[in-house]
Each structure stands twice: as structure tokens, then as C-alpha cells.
């Protein structure tokens, strides 16, 4: 049985060209919902397109570096898990 994911209350909204996106970012990987409901997971720093050093050290002293933005994550929804 294929069960469909029901985003989170703590989840953010990005539209992707019409469709709406939920994703959720945690310490080490993000969850993104797709308009069908189905669940992906992907790891921070493929997210980020940043090694995991970087992303870490940039977390720990503060800086851009950490940051994952909703650039990162339209970035990644494009490239990795929507085929158009």
C-alpha cells in the first residue's frame, strides 16, 4: 500500500513553477513534499551544494556558509528530484 506523507506544521512552502512544495530543513538532511504528497529526503550538504566541512564550520562560527537557503532548495527540487 502506498501511503501518502502529509507535510509537517513546522514545514515551509516553495512554488515551482505552478506547484507548491513543502520543505523542512533539519540538522543533517531536509524532507521535501511533492504536490503528489510523496516524500523525498535529501542530505544537507548535497542540498547546499557545499561540502559537509564547510557547511559545518559555517554553522558553528555563524555564517553564510551554514545557511541553506530556498535558492539551495529550488536548486536541488530541480536538479535532483523533478524530471522535466
Known sequence: ??????????????????????????????????P???KHVG???VVANRSWDVLERGQWKKTS???ITPKDIRRYIQEHIRIT
Request: some cysteine; proline content about 2%; hydrophobic content about 30%.
Open 1 to 34: 500500500m502506498n501511503q501518502i506523507n502529509k507535510p509537517t506544521k513546522k514545514s515551509r512552502v516553495i512554488v515551482i513553477e505552478g506547484e507548491t512544495w513543502y520543505y523542512q530543513i533539519g540538522g543533517y538532511s531536509c524532507a521535501f513534499w511533492g
Open 36 to 38: 503528489d504528497g510523496k
Open 43 to 45: 542530505k544537507a550538504d
Open 65 to 67: 556558509d551554514g545557511m
